[in-house]
């Protein structure tokens, strides 16, 4: 595909509303809609080179799904109906994970681990870590070597920052998620 693909697990709506404001910023042009991965299938993630993948917390830095208390499918259910494994090599992937730092400081936004690990192993290349500047929580699994794995959205408690911290990741990622619809390493 000629374009980025998104698609995000959502419980209560935010991750939804943070997917639509990156996608409004990236256009159309660039970025199909996002859609909710209770609704796809994992040959729909395949079809495209470049992804922005996002995920809620919820549990213990579980993948949000039924099994953690979630009321929809969410990722936990995606990963359930394909195959254990599949081939995302070649394929560039940046990933955004909301939290609420007050609310759950042992584990802020840690649901981002298991999802980021998941393509990992499955040969993605994963873009877009983020700084950890400007939160304040005690354990985060997406902390890893001193920055999360990808952009963080504390939309409960820092909900003033979402937009410019949306603009500022977009920065560093959309050149790295066009290289890889053109072909170009970058």
Not at 31 to 53: G, Q, S
Not at 56 to 64: I, Q, R, T
Not at 110 to 120: E, G, I, M, N, Q
Not at 162 to 168: N, P, W
Request: aromatic fraction near 12%; glycine fraction near 12%.
């Amino acid at each position: 595909m000629n374009k980025i693909g998104m698609f995000f697990g959502s419980e209560t709506g935010t991750t939804r509303l943070v997917a639509k404001k990156i996608h409004k910023k990236l256009g159309e042009a660039l970025c199909d809609k996002p859609v909710n991965v209770n609704r796809v299938t994992l040959a729909d993630l395949l079809r495209y080179d470049a992804l922005i993948l996002g995920t809620p917390s919820y549990g213990e830095g579980d993948l949000p799904g039924k099994s953690v208390g979630c009321f929809e499918p969410n990722w936990e259910e995606f990963f359930a109906q394909g195959p254990a494994e599949a081939d995302f090599s070649g394929k560039r992937i940046a990933f955004f994970g909301l939290g609420a730092q007050e609310r759950y400081a042992d584990r802020f936004a840690s649901s981002l681990r298991p999802l980021v690990d998941k393509f990992r192993a499955w040969g993605a290349e994963v873009v877009g870590d983020w700084p950890l500047d400007g939160y304040r929580y005690d354990y985060s699994a997406a902390e890893v070597d001193g920055r999360f794995l990808g952009l963080i959205i504390d939309q409960r408690t820092q909900g003033m920052l979402t937009d410019e911290r949306i603009d500022a990741w977009l920065a560093q990622v959309t050149p790295l998620l066009q290289a890889a619809l053109t072909g170009d390493g970058a």
